[in-house]
Nanobody, 124 residues
């Protein structure tokens, strides 16, 4: 069973940066696509970005270029966030999918494994 653990969240001032990490364990994970989602209070879980098993990255249409996703050969993934805004405040989740399709990776339902989430709070 694949397990995902996020780390790196915390409190940051607007304009600052954070780097979230997602550590994958519990089996062969190199073939998995990795995604990041976030969920603010009272809102649905939103797609932040994904990286396929081959390293191709996908972002939502609203992507402003402030967030960058990467991964290493062991399927640990990283979300580097810059120029943070108060509206970026949310719980950030890491997820892994056995499917590399771009349409699937944009949806929470496209993922097989989830981390517990890490809180990111951006103060104004």
């Amino acid at each position: 069973q694949v397990q995902l653990v996020e780390s790196g969240g915390g409190l940051v001032q607007a304009g600052g940066s954070l780097r979230l990490s997602c550590t994958a364990s519990g089996g062969t994970t190199g073939h998995l696509a990795m995604g990041w989602f976030r969920q603010a209070p009272g809102k649905e879980r939103a797609f932040v970005g994904a990286v396929s098993s081959s390293g191709r990255t996908y972002y939502p249409d609203s992507h402003e270029g402030r967030f960058t996703i990467s991964r290493d050969f062991t399927s640990n993934s990283y979300l580097h966030m810059t120029s943070l805004k108060p509206e970026d405040t949310a719980v950030y989740f890491c997820a892994a999918s056995r499917n590399d399709g771009v349409l699937v990776l944009r949806l929470p339902s496209g993922y097989n494994y989830w981390g517990q989430g890490t809180q990111v709070t951006v103060s104004s």
